[in-house]
Each structure stands twice: as C-alpha cells, then as structure tokens.
C-alpha cells in the first residue's frame, strides 16, 4: 500500500486565508484545529510568477518548490506558523520532508528521513512540525484511558486519504 503527500499544513484560519489568495487552493480541514492545501499541479502552476521554472529546490530542499511559493510562505507566516509537508511511501517504507515558516523566514528544517533510516526519537520529520503547529497525542480534559493517537501525523488525521490527488478531490 502506497501513500504520497505534498501539502500545506497551518491553522486553519491561516490556510483560510493563504487560500483566498489563490484561486486553485483546495483547503482541507484537519483535525485539531489545523487545515491542508494540496499542493497539486494547479496550487503551484498559480504560485509562480512569469516565466519562472516550476520546480527549483528552494531553502527547505522541496524539489517541487517556486520562488512564488516560498515567498507566500514567508508573508503567511507573519500571521501564524505554517508548514510544507511531504511524504512518499510504499510498501511500509519511504521518504519524510517537512518544514516550518513562522515570522517571515524558514524556522525549523528541513527536517529529512530517507528510505529505510529510522526517526530519531523525537519523531517525524512530519510529526516534528505538527508538534510545533500545536498537534498533541492527548487533549488535558480527555479520559486517560482513551485512546491516543500513536503520533502526531495520526492525531492530525493525516491518514485520512492516500494521495495528494486524494485530499485535493474530496469536498
């Protein structure tokens, strides 16, 4: 079983607004207060300015990055933290990238996990940056013999679809 993303991941009053700013957003709510853009084919094509190159691995590594889009995540995160995710995997193996803009500039990563090499105790690349957006295992006023999420990628419903193409097509 197989499992790709490449999004945007912020509050969801931030995402909210980033989409506003781009006609082909396809905003997605998550759970704990947090919400999604795809970054499909169309998100990024209306990112770039001119006859800018589609993809340039920019400061946070992601090789299907514009100029155009790390400039809007520099503005964004002047109004709240937002983060780029990515995540590739087959077979129960694969590949984990993330970042996280807050003030204006990159503020945490690239965080990076290759195939095959295990996550270092405080978590995912994916997980790192959640935690940072303000994901929890638990919530204070929760039972605590509920049941936890087994990290913060499940705590913020990452799970709910397969595939970028997948978010991006759900209303």
Same mark, same amino acid.
């Given at each position: 079983?197989?499992?790709?993303?490449?999004?945007?991941?912020? /509050? &969801?009053?931030?995402? =909210?607004?980033?989409?506003?700013?781009? #006609?082909?957003?396809?905003? !997605?709510? *998550? %759970?704990?207060?947090?919400?999604?853009?795809?970054?499909?084919?169309?998100?990024?094509?209306?990112?770039?300015?001119?006859?800018?190159? /589609? &993809?340039?691995?920019? =400061?946070?590594?992601?090789?299907?990055? #514009?100029?155009?889009?790390? !400039?809007? *995540? %520099?503005?964004?995160?002047?109004?709240?933290?937002?983060?780029?995710?990515?995540?590739?995997?087959?077979?129960?193996?694969?590949?984990?990238? &993330?970042?996280?803009? =807050?003030?204006?500039?990159?503020?945490?990563?690239?965080?990076?996990?290759?195939? *095959?090499?295990?996550?270092?105790?405080?978590?995912?690349?994916?997980?790192?940056?959640?935690?940072?957006?303000?994901?929890?295992?638990?919530?204070?006023?929760?039972?605590? =013999?509920?049941?936890?999420?087994?990290?913060?990628?499940?705590?913020?419903?990452?799970?709910?679809?397969?595939?970028?193409?997948?978010?991006?097509?759900?209303?």
């Amino acid at each position: 079983m197989s499992y790709e993303l490449q999004a945007l991941i912020g /509050p &969801a009053e931030l995402v =909210a607004v980033a989409a506003a700013e781009v #006609s082909a957003a396809r905003p !997605r709510q *998550l %759970a704990q207060g947090l919400a999604l853009i795809p970054a499909t084919p169309e998100f990024l094509a209306a990112l770039r300015f001119g006859d800018e190159a /589609p &993809a340039t691995p920019g =400061a946070a590594g992601f090789g299907w990055f #514009s100029d155009g889009l790390e !400039r809007r *995540l %520099a503005a964004w995160s002047k109004a709240g933290p937002i983060a780029c995710v990515e995540a590739d995997y087959f077979g129960g193996t694969g590949t984990q990238r &993330a970042a996280l803009w =807050a003030d204006g500039r990159l503020a945490l990563g690239p965080l990076t996990s290759a195939e *095959l090499e295990p996550f270092p105790p405080e978590g995912s690349p994916i997980s790192r940056v959640l935690r940072r957006l303000g994901v929890h295992l638990a919530a204070p006023d929760t039972d605590p =013999a509920a049941a936890v999420a087994h990290d913060e990628f499940d705590a913020a419903g990452l799970g709910t679809h397969r595939t970028t193409t997948a978010w991006a097509s759900t209303p």
